[in-house]
Nanobody
Framework: VQLQASGGGLVQAGGSLRLSCAAS????????MGWFRQAPGKEREVVAA????????YYTDSVKGRFTISRDNAKNTVYLQMNSLKPEDTAVYYC????????????????WGQGTQVTVSS
C-alpha cells in the first residue's frame, strides 16, 4: 500500500491544521494506522494511532486533548486534526500503516508515507 500525506503548512500558535493520509494500492480498513512526527535532531515519535475499525485510538501524552485521529475507510483516508498548536509541535509528520490492530511503536509499522512539514510559529 502506498501512502500520501498532505495538509501541512505554517500556522501561528493556537491555530489548527488537518492532515490527511490517502492510501492507494490497498484497502486501509485492513490496517491499523498511525501518525508520527520527527523534529530536527530528534527521533521519530508516534503521535496518534487508530485501530482498523476506528473504535480504538491512542495518543501520546503531549497531544491528548488537542489532536484527534480519525479514519474514513470508504475514502481510504486517515486524518489528524490538530488544534491549539504549539511551537513544539513543529516537525515533519508521517502517516504509516500496520498489520497490528492498534500499533503504538515504530517497529510495528510496515508502510510509510512521505512526510508533510508542520511549522508552528510563536
Amino acid at each position: 500500500v502506498q501512502l500520501q500525506a498532505s495538509g501541512g503548512g505554517l500556522v501561528q500558535a493556537g491555530g489548527s491544521l488537518r492532515l490527511s493520509c490517502a492510501a492507494s494500492g490497498g484497502t486501509l480498513s485492513s490496517y491499523g494506522m498511525g501518525w508520527f512526527r520527527q523534529a530536527p535532531g530528534k527521533e521519530r515519535e508516534v503521535v496518534a494511532a487508530i485501530s482498523w475499525s476506528g473504535r480504538s485510538s491512542y495518543y501520546t501524552d503531549s497531544v491528548k486533548g488537542r489532536f484527534t485521529i480519525s479514519r474514513d475507510n470508504a475514502k481510504n483516508t486517515v486524518y489528524l486534526q490538530m488544534n491549539s498548536l504549539k511551537p513544539e509541535d513543529t516537525a515533519v509528520y508521517y502517516c504509516a500503516a500496520s498489520h497490528v490492530l492498534l500499533a503504538t511503536v515504530n517497529a510495528e509499522y510496515t508502510y510509510w508515507g512521505q512526510g508533510t512539514q508542520v511549522t508552528v510559529s510563536s
